[in-house]
Each structure stands twice: as structure tokens, then as C-alpha cells.
């Protein structure tokens, strides 16, 4: 949480702003952000969300990958919209049952990764 508070607050340095101002211009209430500055973390907390991270990671222009690194977090790959419009497309087509296979195994698949 350290690396991420501190790449935070300088990249609000740079731009003069303060914690209140990102929280406005990100949409993270200010309250998540003091925990992360303060370096709180729930019972059972894995760090600041994803979706928050990169509401934050958007408003200060910076890549989302630098700022989940500075949390402690794995960001995935992300799917060229083309592949993601594609991959939608085929899936809707398959029917129910073949829907239904897909989800299973992919499912697997996450779970065999996770377990590496």
C-alpha cells in the first residue's frame, strides 16, 4: 500500500491537486482514499478494488498496470474490443447447453491458473 499511496501523491504533486480533488475528479469517495493513504485494510482485504484503481489510474493519467503493480494487484491482459465483440458474438450463438459447457470450462481453466 506504501508504493501506491506514494505514486499517488506524486503524481498529485504534479498536478496540484489534492486528495478531495481526485476523489472528485476520480469518483472514489474520499473516505476509500484516506484508508488507502492511511494503509488500511479490512479483515480479509486483498488491497483497493480494481474498479477503483482504475477510476484513480484514469483521472491522474496514469497506466492502470503501474498503479495495480503500486497495489499489490495482478492485472489481466486486457481484450482488444474486437476479440471481446468477437468472443461475445460466437458465445451468444452457441445455445444454452453450449453456453453452459463453455462457462464450466472456463471456469476450470481460471481455477487451474489460480492454482498455479
Request: aromatic share 6%.
Amino acid at each position: 500500500m506504501e508504493a501506491l499511496t506514494s505514486m499517488i501523491q506524486a503524481r498529485l504533486d504534479e498536478l496540484g491537486w489534492t486528495w478531495a480533488e481526485l476523489s472528485r475528479r476520480s469518483g472514489v469517495p474520499e473516505t476509500t482514499l484516506s484508508s488507502w493513504r492511511r494503509h488500511a485494510r479490512g479483515a480479509g482485504s486483498r488491497g483497493p478494488s480494481p474498479d477503483k484503481l482504475r477510476l484513480v489510474a484514469k483521472a491522474l493519467n496514469i497506466p492502470v498496470v503501474r498503479l495495480f503493480e503500486a497495489a499489490g494487484r495482478v492485472i489481466h491482459d486486457e481484450v482488444p474490443p474486437e476479440e471481446e465483440r468477437e468472443f461475445v458474438e460466437i458465445f451468444r450463438s452457441l445455445g444454452e447447453d453450449g453456453r453452459t459447457m463453455t462457462l464450466a470450462a472456463m471456469r476450470a481453466y481460471k481455477e487451474a491458473r489460480r492454482n498455479r
